[in-house]
């Protein structure tokens, strides 16, 4: 530098203008440099994704198979690596995190936890027990009651005297309805706590219940025997009776399982005594010109074929667009023994137990069936024309 410069007086103006020189040299200097785009940084769209990712500002935690990022698979490594813990201090995090999850209602979640930290096989007898009485908790919110006795059950073989195992496996066995393993819970519960009301109360209710469930099944052993009877009488009456049913597989003898309906409409009306021992009847009706099917599901034996007949006919069926099925301008028809043969029926003047004694009336599946055909129709022609 110029020595004669170092002690000259710079005016206003002359500051200004070296300023601007000086930022003139250095702009020209930053655009003689070579322009490189920054490449290391998170786009506008994705800084928030980006920002998600890390531990600090996570809205949730990440998902089997998530991308994790380095510090969180560090996190994961300090919390959860077999390297860093040992078998109790694992088993105590899942412990921690099952308790997380079960605060927030997060059940199944919470069952996985209590499930990780119980593979652990830590020594502690303690911590697996309550790991094991953990997971019997969510599991009864979930009212998996039997997976929830079980664990109580696992957890009391780590703890005799675990009184919340026993509290727990008390009400589960009084959910499954085995209320002798209930009051015997509720008396172990007892013997530690006798004044507890809850239990108190529940043993009770298990009393009452087992009471009531014995009841109801001498009743129903009751009932059982009486339907026996019934069913016996019904084969022996149908036997004596000289009606023809068709047998499953040869058989020589007539059981009940000759008599179950095939058709699905009618499978639960099995033919049955009324009140005054009377038998009625599920029967079928076929159309076979327009191939059409109606089911009666309790025919009386004593009723008139014209009565039914009337009461169905009532209003034309929705297929008979022509009005020709009436009363009057139908015949009704049987077929004999393997269908080698076809009976027409006095519809005026047979009731249904008059012509189930026929003995060429053979019933199939436990189910009369009856063919009805318009009065001199082509249909029942070609019919008859086939006997």
Not at 111 to 125: A, F, R
Request: with cysteine; proline share 3%; glycine share 2%.
């Amino acid at each position: 530098m110029d020595k004669s410069n170092e002690n000259k007086m710079w005016t206003e103006e002359e500051r200004l203008e070296l300023a601007a020189k000086l930022d003139a040299e250095l702009d020209e200097y930053i655009n003689s440099m070579e322009k490189k785009s920054y490449t290391e940084g998170w786009s506008e769209d994705k800084w928030q994704e980006e920002m998600e990712k890390h531990p600090f500002f996570m809205k949730k935690a990440p998902e089997p198979g998530d991308e994790l990022s380095p510090l969180m698979e560090g996190l994961q490594q300090l919390k959860y690596g077999k390297d860093e813990n040992t078998p109790e201090e694992l088993a105590n995090n899942y412990k921690e995190d099952g308790n997380f999850n079960y605060k927030h209602e997060n059940y199944r979640l919470a069952i996985l936890s209590y499930t990780e930290g119980i593979k652990t096989k830590c020594k502690d007898n303690d911590l697996i027990a309550q790991l094991y009485n953990n997971r019997a908790a969510a599991h009864f919110m979930l009212q998996n009651y039997r997976s929830s006795l079980n664990d109580c059950k696992l957890a009391l073989k780590f703890k005799p005297r675990y009184s919340k195992a026993l509290n727990r496996a008390a009400i589960c066995n009084f959910h499954i309805k085995d209320y002798d393993q209930c009051s015997d819970l509720c008396d172990q519960f007892l013997n530690q706590s006798p004044t507890d009301k809850t239990i108190l109360k529940l043993r009770s209710d298990a009393i009452v219940a087992r009471e009531r469930l014995q009841r109801d099944k001498r009743k129903q052993v009751k009932l059982e025997k009486k339907l026996d009877k019934e069913d016996e009488r019904l084969l022996e009456i149908i036997s004596r009776k000289g009606i023809n049913l068709e047998l499953a597989d040869d058989k020589q003898k007539l059981n009940l399982r000759d008599l179950e309906p095939q058709v699905p409409q009618i499978a639960q009306s099995r033919v049955h005594f009324d009140e005054k021992d009377k038998l009625v009847w599920p029967v079928m009706i076929l159309y076979p010109e327009t191939q059409q099917t109606d089911f009666i599901q309790n025919f009386h034996e004593d009723t008139l074929l014209i009565e039914q007949l009337i009461e169905l006919f009532k209003e034309s069926p929705e297929w008979d667009v022509e009005h020709r099925y009436t009363v009057d301008n139908i015949n009704v028809y049987f077929e004999g023994k393997n269908k080698c043969s076809v009976h027409k029926v006095d519809i005026q003047l047979l009731t249904l137990d008059q012509i189930l004694r026929n003995k060429q009336f053979i019933v199939h599946g436990g189910t009369p069936a009856f063919l009805i055909f318009v009065k001199s129709s082509e249909a029942e022609k070609c019919f008859l024309a086939n006997y």
